[in-house]
């Protein structure tokens, strides 16, 4: 068995665990145990457990809100790494501030990268900032959000990439963290650049401008929330959508009402909502969502996963992609 001591020593012995359950850390509650687990508490831990892993030649995965991944049934074999850095605060202001605390025209705004997304939601509404308050009801942290571009109505942009100026990433090619600009992430629908490099985000800026009706601010967040509650299913083990949506070429092809893009809707169609295997069904409220309903192992989410796939394939020739992330092996 390897001697991990020299990377317990630097991260402090109490504060790296083996063989650690991983189920505990996702949303889908499924997943083997990490040979060893750190929660970074702080951007500097996270970029000390990052450079460790690096320098100790170790593979390592950093988890986020576990939001968006399958965990492999035999765990991860390397290091974990929890990402816990949060934080959040204004970093610079445009405009000028009268007696009354009126008069921002936008505001750049700060968060470290384990911040959940929606606290930076909660943050920029309660500032009086527009533009993130879709994040309010979006789980997961704002560097797993950075990775998938988390969004909400595609269509009136609501990205979250779409506010972010720069970010520090820790690259483990190279062992060093580099500061990088808006245009470096190549933000498209479920898309940035990250997925392939790997590099991990540390910290993050966001611009966002001066609401001129804050009140409503919260509202809007609210009516997202309730209306999620409406077509989600909610209170469940799962990762949320398990497809990306199709392309606007595929709908065409494929003259899906409206031109719908939507891969529940395709999975609807296919006869699968509420199919079940094992411990793991299609949520019968959205078919995107696969549920974990009790004890289900990866292995059972990979097995509806090929089914959905195959049958896209057989009757609209469609290759669905997934939007969740997998850790460890498959
Ligand atoms: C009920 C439910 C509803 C959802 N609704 C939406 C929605 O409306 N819109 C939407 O966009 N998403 C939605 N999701 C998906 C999820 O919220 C997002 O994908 C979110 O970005 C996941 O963040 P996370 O921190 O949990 O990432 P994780 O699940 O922890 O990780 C996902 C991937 O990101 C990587 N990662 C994590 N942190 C970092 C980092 N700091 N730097 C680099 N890579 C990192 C991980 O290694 C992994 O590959 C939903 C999920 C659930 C469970």
Avoid at 20 to 38: C, H, N, Q, V
Avoid at 55 to 77: R, T
Avoid at 152 to 164: Q, S
Avoid at 253 to 262: D, H, I, Q
Wanted: with cysteine.
């Amino acid at each position: 068995m390897e001697d991990f001591t020299k990377i317990k020593n630097i991260l402090g012995p109490l504060r790296v665990f083996e063989n650690e359950p991983l189920y505990k850390y996702t949303y889908f509650k499924i997943g083997g145990s990490a040979r060893l687990f750190f929660e970074a508490k702080n951007v500097e831990d996270l970029k000390l457990a990052l450079e460790t892993a690096t320098e100790h030649k170790i593979p390592f995965v950093v988890l986020g809100g576990g939001a968006n991944v399958l965990v492999s049934d035999q765990g991860f074999e390397g290091l974990v790494i929890r990402n816990r850095a949060e934080g959040v605060k204004l970093v610079g202001i445009k405009g000028t501030i009268n007696k009354i605390g009126k008069g921002i025209k936008s505001a750049l705004v700060w968060t470290a990268s384990g911040t959940l997304m929606n606290q930076l939601g909660r943050f920029t509404m309660d500032q009086g900032l527009e533009g993130l308050e879709f994040l309010l009801s979006i789980p997961g942290t704002v560097g797993g959000g950075i990775k998938i571009n988390s969004h909400f109505e595609v269509e009136k942009g609501e990205f979250l990439g779409n506010r972010l100026v720069s970010a520090a990433l820790f690259d483990s090619k190279t062992g060093q963290v580099k500061n990088v600009d808006h245009e470096y992430f190549n933000f498209a629908y479920d898309h940035s650049k990250i997925q392939k490099t790997g590099e991990v985000v540390l910290e993050a800026v966001f611009r966002l401008d001066n609401s001129p009706d804050p009140g409503a601010l919260w509202q809007k967040a609210m009516d997202n929330v309730k209306r999620r509650n409406e077509e989600q299913p909610v209170g469940v083990a799962c990762s949320g959508c398990t497809f990306r949506n199709i392309s606007v070429q595929c709908a065409k092809r494929l003259k899906t009402p409206n031109l719908t893009t939507s891969a529940g809707y395709i999975i609807e169609s296919l006869g699968l909502k509420g199919t079940k295997i094992d411990g793991v069904q299609i949520s019968t409220h959205h078919a995107n969502f696969i549920i974990n309903t009790g004890g289900a192992k990866a292995s059972d989410v990979i097995q509806l996963i090929k089914l959905i796939k195959e049958k896209a394939k057989r009757t609209y020739n469609l290759d669905l992609k997934e939007e969740i992330f997998y850790v460890g092996n498959f």
